[in-house]
Antibody, heavy 120, light 110 residues
């Protein structure tokens, strides 16, 4: 069974940093592109980052580019999101997601989410 | 960025057909490949993939769900609607970066 379990969420002050982790199991992690998607309270979904299988290529929307860094450790089947210079608008539930192998960037498995609140 | 427009709410009776639409601000198709996908999200849960590439049923999804469309206009159909289908439904395009989602359609009981 595919499982994605996020951790590391919490309350953080504006301007500070936070690192999320995602532990993957039930599939060969190193064979899949991975992503982070967030959802602000009572709002829709927003793609945040994608990383290639080796970690050599990363992709971000303008809203987080330069502040967030996605990375992975294939030996540990783990995905990470380093979030710096956090803003109140980064408050959201952050989901770890697996891209399908079809290279069409559809997300076919999701974690249960980690809550991040940015507030003083 | 490609903007995806969905109606906020759709009210439907149990046993009836629900048709949820998603319109893109520009084409999300490449040749015959339609890079539009659909997700279901129940309250307090993570999203779940229902349909990929406009019309392909994801693994484990009941056959009462179906998808259609091409270019800029896409539809998710649930027929017949069951109580377990009450949820929010999101479309997502992967034609261009950044991948974008619609704002979601909340399926409610009439």
């Amino acid at each position: 069974e595919v499982q994605l379990v996020e951790s590391g969420g919490g309350l953080v002050q504006p301007g500070r940093s936070l690192k999320l982790s995602c532990a993957a199991s039930g599939f060969t992690f190193s064979n899949y592109y991975m992503a982070w998607v967030r959802q602000a309270p009572k709002k829709g979904l927003e793609w945040v980052a994608t990383i290639s299988t080796s970690g050599s290529r990363t992709y971000y929307p303008d809203s987080v580019k330069g502040r967030f860094t996605i990375s992975r450790d294939n030996a540990k089947s783990s995905l990470y999101l380093q979030m710096n210079s956090l803003k109140s608008e980064d408050t959201a539930t952050y989901y770890c997601a697996r891209h399908s192998t079809g290279m069409d960037y559809v997300m076919d498995a999701w974690g249960q989410g980690a809550s991040v609140t940015v507030s003083s | 960025d490609i903007v995806l427009t969905q109606s906020p709410v759709l009210a439907v009776s149990l046993g009836q057909r629900a048709t949820i639409s998603c319109r893109a601000s520009q084409s999300v198709s490449i040749s015959s490949i339609n890079l539009m996908h659909w997700y279901q999200q129940k309250p307090g849960q993570q999203p779940k993939l229902l349909i990929y590439r406009a019309s392909n049923l994801a693994s484990g999804i009941p056959a009462r769900f179906s998808g259609s469309g091409s270019g800029t206009d896409f539809t998710l159909t649930i027929d017949p609607v069951q109580a377990d289908d009450i949820a929010a439904y999101y479309c997502q395009q992967s034609r261009e970066s950044p991948n974008t989602f619609g704002a979601g359609t909340k399926l409610e009981l009439k």
